[in-house]
């Protein structure tokens, strides 16, 4: 039976408007996309530019880390315990425990544009004064933030900004937009919604385009493409795996311990007196970075390239002491993601264990080990080893590394029962219920 003109010209208008609202709602999510690819190379440059300058004090001064880094990590707790609360860390907790949320009041005290501008600021500063911090999470908070900000102006579904952003900032920040999608899936939402998915990869690919127009198609550390020999020399993916597993689980333990707070008198001094907490830390780590070469301060990304394309030897004790470092900014409570300094400490892993495999290729040890103590910290398996063959484009390499991010995870849960990033997001709720 044939539809009368006035009934088809209805059914017509309600497909119009279907589609409006599809397409509208698609522009905004590529709008954001593009918005946070922009400032994600933003704090890409402000990053390179604290560091840079913090080496050139060292090379003039190189005792003068003892001075400048206490009194930037204690100001730089101060500023987000006071000015800017909750940009402390890394910033994805913060996200996790926004999309766990209900409603835009709840949510917007963790993923505000307060706390973004904050998130820049006191991470820039971070990286001035030596943190061994990354700019990667906080790009992820920042994300978040920017499509939060937009999202608070349309009627679609809140959570689906705060993955979108999350996902495409991790993208932005590293240039590898599967990673951006893997992440947001496996470690942010923990599920797959079919709704949001493509509404993500279109956020994804906005900030990926915005870093490809800007700086052009490049892998965050340099193409490789390194082989791993069956045989014997798999015998290394164990070794780097059960090392990196370990150590990555012990870091996760102990921040979340400090997290939570320590019990007895030690947790009320810390608790009591958190900035001067954070200048002790900041002297520890201080003193890491005069044995050797200073290497152990800032991201790490220079020494963990160097050791991905063996391009020079890097002090043998880089791993442990980057370690320690790592963990003392992080318990510190000041902004400052731990991504990139989990790949240098893995690669400086990898570098300490190389003599013990030295039929096999320095590059591909350290692309083992970035993956081992990633999946360590983390316990999120799939996005580590999707990360790092992404940003060195070495398909060659992908079995060995899932191979290594399986054995570490299970490594990792004997140390630490849960990822380091859902344990602290946890922390972020319960402070949002108690208010």
């Known amino acids: 039976m044939l539809q009368s003109p006035q009934r088809y010209a209805s059914h017509l208008a309600v497909l119009s408007r279907l589609a409006f609202k599809r397409w509208s709602r698609r522009a905004v999510f590529l709008g954001g996309g593009l918005a946070v690819g922009g400032v994600a190379i933003l704090m890409a440059f402000l990053a390179d530019q604290a560091q840079n300058a913090f080496a050139a004090l060292l090379a003039m001064a190189p005792w003068s880390s003892l001075l400048v880094t206490p009194l930037g990590f204690g100001a730089a707790a101060l500023l987000a315990r006071e000015v800017f609360p909750n940009a402390q860390g890394s910033g994805i907790p913060q996200v996790i425990a926004a999309l766990r949320l209900e409603g835009q009041d709840r949510r917007a005290p963790l993923v505000s544009l307060r706390v973004a501008v904050g998130k820049i600021v006191v991470m820039t500063l971070g990286l001035l004064c030596g943190a061994s911090i990354g700019r990667e999470g906080p790009t992820v908070q920042v994300g978040a933030a920017i499509m939060?900000?937009?999202?608070?102006?349309?009627p679609y579904r809140q959570a689906g900004f705060l993955l979108a952003g999350a996902a495409a900032g991790i993208a932005a920040a590293f240039n590898t937009p599967l990673a951006g999608i893997v992440f947001g899936?496996?470690?942010?939402?923990?599920?797959?919604?079919?709704?949001?998915?493509?509404?993500?990869i279109g956020a994804v690919i906005a900030?990926?385009?915005?870093?490809?127009?800007?700086?052009?198609?490049?892998?965050?550390?340099?193409?490789?493409?390194?082989t791993l020999p069956f045989g014997r020399a798999w015998f290394a993916i164990l070794a780097c795996a059960v090392a990196g597993g370990l150590a990555g689980g012990l870091f996760n333990r102990i921040v979340v311990l400090f997290a939570a707070g320590l019990p007895g008198r030690a947790g009320a001094l810390i608790r009591g007196a958190p900035v001067i907490f954070a200048m002790i830390c900041g002297f520890a780590v201080a003193l890491c970075g005069l044995h050797g070469d200073t290497s152990v301060f800032g991201t790490g990304y220079d020494q963990a390239?160097?050791?991905?394309h063996d391009a020079g030897a890097i002090d043998r004790w880089f791993g442990p002491l980057k370690f320690v470092a790592t963990t003392l900014s992080s318990i510190a409570g000041i902004p400052g993601g731990i991504f990139s300094p989990s790949l240098a400490v893995g690669a400086g892993i990898a570098s300490f264990l190389s003599p013990a495999f030295q039929d096999v290729p320095l590059g591909a040890l350290a692309l083992i080990g970035m993956v081992a103590y990633l999946t360590g910290v983390v316990q999120a398996p799939i996005t580590s080893f999707v990360i790092v063959s992404e940003m060195t484009g070495d398909h060659a390499m992908v079995i060995p590394l899932m191979a290594a991010a399986l054995i570490a995870d299970g490594v990792s849960k004997l140390v630490s029962d849960q990822g380091l990033y859902h344990a602290l997001a946890a922390n972020f709720m319960q402070a949002e219920a108690a208010r």
Do not use: K, Q
Request: glycine fraction near 10%; proline fraction near 0%.
């Open 148 to 154: 939060f900000a937009i999202g608070r102006f349309s």
């Open 185 to 200: 899936i496996e470690e942010l939402s923990r599920s797959f919604e079919a709704r949001t998915s493509g509404l993500i």
């Open 207 to 226: 900030a990926g385009l915005t870093s490809l127009a800007l700086l052009g198609d490049y892998a965050y550390f340099g193409w490789t493409s390194e």
């Open 305 to 308: 390239r160097a050791v991905v």
